[in-house]
């Protein structure tokens, strides 16, 4: 029987737990997290999900003491800010085989470099969950556009949560196009930064842009004090595509066909939805879909430098980490 250790109770937390609350192997499960409360929302929504035999057992902790000494797979689902503590005292106290990070993983370069040492030491397989790789219709339009690495992807919304969630497309970018070096340009980025709707971290607004090695691009675009949907658009070469993820309504146009349109659905799977079957992939297979610790921190590292350097102006004042999760 696996075991598995969900760290981080918390809104996104309690949705994996959902998730792996329908695996399809024998586990135990165990949630920890220091709050009661996240505990105790944890609890209810897993209560949500139908009775599954294959959970053998089920602990909700307050301590990384309490679980087991051999972990198969951890999910580490804190904030920024106390993830890499947490990491540390979990490889530090336990035998851990594959752990998955939530984004943002670390606040700092040097985090992530003393992360790396700690994984190489423990001889630990890690993932970040950047789930946009496991959704069919980006495994699609991949497909379609193999032909061609050069690739454009613009974003635009109203107060998305750029710095929360921008990760997510450039490594979505570095996904389409297999490359995993880019630089950022903030210089369009608004003039001000607001506090998150998470208590002690940071959100921008404005135009973020980037070119990566082989010449695709991303443009990044939250628009402060709007509600406009947010547009994704991807295109090179070959395919036109512009998608809504939120009606779940897909626009794809291909030279191969004159560059007609072809309106289709398409779904965008919850969290709740995903997170067993990345589980399962790892446990049965040691491998999954979501990006591998090494590429996602090669990807991590410039967009963390660049929203510090803004941030850092903006308030005229130094930090030595990147106040956002």
């Not at 919304?157 to 995993?180: E, P, V």
């Not at 799977?269 to 090494?294: D, V, Y």
Request: hydrophobic fraction near 40%; include cysteine.
């Amino acid at each position: 029987m696996k075991k598995i250790a969900l760290i981080g109770a918390g809104q996104l937390g309690s949705r994996h737990l959902q998730s792996l609350a329908k695996i399809n192997i024998p586990v135990m499960l165990q949630v920890v997290d220091p709050n009661k409360d996240s505990l105790k929302v944890a609890r209810e929504r897993y209560l949500e999900i139908p009775d599954n035999d294959n959970i053998h057992q089920i602990d909700f902790l307050t301590e990384i003491d309490g679980l087991n000494a051999e972990v198969d797979l951890c999910i580490v689902a804190t904030n920024a800010d106390v993830r890499f503590k947490v990491f540390q005292e979990l490889v530090s106290k336990k035998k851990v085989s594959y752990i998955v990070f939530e984004k943002i993983v670390f606040q700092s370069e040097k985090q992530f470099e003393e992360a790396k040492t700690l994984i190489n030491q423990n001889g630990i397989s890690c993932w970040v969950n950047c789930a946009r790789r496991m959704f069919p219709i980006y495994n699609q339009i991949k497909e379609i556009m193999a032909g061609d690495s050069k690739i454009n992807l613009q974003i635009s919304g109203g107060d998305w949560g750029l710095a929360c969630n921008a990760i997510h497309f450039i490594d979505l970018l570095a996904f389409l196009s297999r490359d995993t070096s880019y630089k950022l340009d903030v210089t369009d980025l608004d003039p001000r930064v607001w506090q998150s709707k998470r208590k002690g971290f940071i959100e921008v607004t404005g135009k973020l842009r980037g070119v990566f090695s082989n010449g695709s691009r991303i443009e990044l675009e939250s628009i402060a004090g709007s509600e406009e949907p947010t547009r994704i658009s991807i295109n090179n070469s070959q395919v036109k595509a512009v998608l809504d993820e939120g009606r779940g309504i897909a626009k794809i146009s291909r030279r191969e066909k004159n560059w007609n349109e072809e309106i289709s659905e398409f779904q965008v799977p919850f969290q709740s939805e995903l997170t067993h079957l990345a589980a399962e992939e790892i446990l049965e297979g040691g491998a999954c879909k979501l990006t591998r610790f090494n590429e996602s921190s090669l990807l991590h590292q410039p967009f963390l430098e660049a929203i510090k350097k803004h941030i850092e102006t903006v308030e005229h004042r130094k930090y030595d980490y990147c106040p956002i999760t």
